[in-house]
């Protein structure tokens, strides 16, 4: 079976560079724009790996995951656009339902029934603070409008 990623290297602004791998070549491309500090030419590439077995790599960035750390965001208003970015592109035909469970001291988010992320409590916020980030996503699927008088 093959798998496709796709990765992009980004300058630390320190001499040296880092990866990081995404499932979607899309999304690699769109928050490789975004990076203040990047290349002058995109630097997305792919890798495809052959294997009879599932793979894991801890670090991958999935559109599920980006959403739920746009959610998670203590400020949730600064990513709007980002928010709505993400699922006007991989959810166009519906939003996900995302149910939050509590484990000792952390939220396990489930996205369609799949468990994508465990998030630390390290805010010590109540399950009910927390959750309703997640709540009503379709409020963000269209782009703010403000009305004048003139």
Same mark, same amino acid.
């Given at each position: 079976?093959?798998? /496709?990623?796709?990765?992009?290297? +980004?300058? !630390?602004?320190?001499?040296?560079?880092? !990866?990081?791998?995404?499932?979607n070549e899309e999304l690699a491309i769109h928050i490789e724009e975004k990076q203040y500090e990047r290349f002058a030419e995109s630097?997305?590439? #792919?890798?495809? %790996?052959?294997? *009879?077995?599932?793979? *894991?790599?801890?670090?991958?960035?999935?559109?599920?995951?980006? #959403?739920?750390? #746009?959610?998670?965001?203590?400020?949730?208003?600064? /990513?709007?656009?980002? %928010?709505?970015?993400?699922?006007?592109? +991989?959810?166009?035909?519906?939003?996900?339902?995302?149910?939050?469970?509590q484990k000792k001291d952390e939220f396990q988010v489930f996205m369609n029934g799949v468990l994508i992320e465990e998030v630390s409590?390290?805010? *010590?916020?109540? #399950?009910?603070? +927390?959750?309703?980030?997640?709540?009503?996503?379709?409020?963000?699927?269209?782009? *703010?409008?403000?009305?004048?008088?003139?």
């Amino acid at each position: 079976m093959k798998h /496709n990623i796709y990765y992009v290297i +980004f300058d !630390a602004g320190d001499g040296s560079v880092y !990866a990081r791998f995404y499932s979607n070549e899309e999304l690699a491309i769109h928050i490789e724009e975004k990076q203040y500090e990047r290349f002058a030419e995109s630097s997305v590439s #792919l890798l495809t %790996i052959e294997s *009879k077995d599932f793979i *894991k790599i801890e670090e991958l960035v999935t559109p599920e995951k980006y #959403l739920i750390s #746009l959610l998670n965001d203590y400020d949730v208003s600064v /990513n709007e656009n980002e %928010i709505r970015y993400v699922l006007n592109t +991989f959810y166009s035909k519906h939003c996900p339902e995302i149910k939050i469970h509590q484990k000792k001291d952390e939220f396990q988010v489930f996205m369609n029934g799949v468990l994508i992320e465990e998030v630390s409590n390290y805010r *010590k916020e109540p #399950l009910e603070k +927390f959750s309703s980030r997640f709540e009503n996503l379709e409020r963000y699927r269209y782009e *703010k409008t403000s009305s004048s008088d003139n």
